[in-house]
């Protein structure tokens, strides 16, 4: 599901200032500015790593899905 910018912006935002609020020491307590991003924020907060939004890079020892001949000879060239 694709998330509009300006939303994915302040999920991201909330994630830092969690992360940053347990660096400080604070309790795990989502402030009511970051009510609406909770989620976002204790994730900050518990150091829980971003997964993308369902992409998924090919690693170094993995190598990425091969097209069949039949998807290439059918692409268009653009």
């Known amino acids: 599901m694709a998330v509009p ?6 999920i991201t935002y909330a994630r830092m200032y969690g992360s940053q609020a347990c660096k400080d020491g604070k309790e795990r307590q989502v402030p009511d500015f970051w009510r609406e991003y909770a989620d976002a924020w204790l994730q900050g907060f518990n150091n829980v790593q971003m997964v993308g939004a369902g ?3 090919a690693s170094a020892g993995e ?3 091969e097209m069949d001949e039949q998807a290439v000879i059918k692409s268009p060239i653009t």
Do not use: F, M, S
């Not at 910018?5 to 302040?10: N, V």
């Open 63 to 65: 190598p990425e899905a």
């Open 55 to 57: 992409k998924r890079r």
């Open 5 to 10: 910018k300006k939303d994915q912006e302040r």
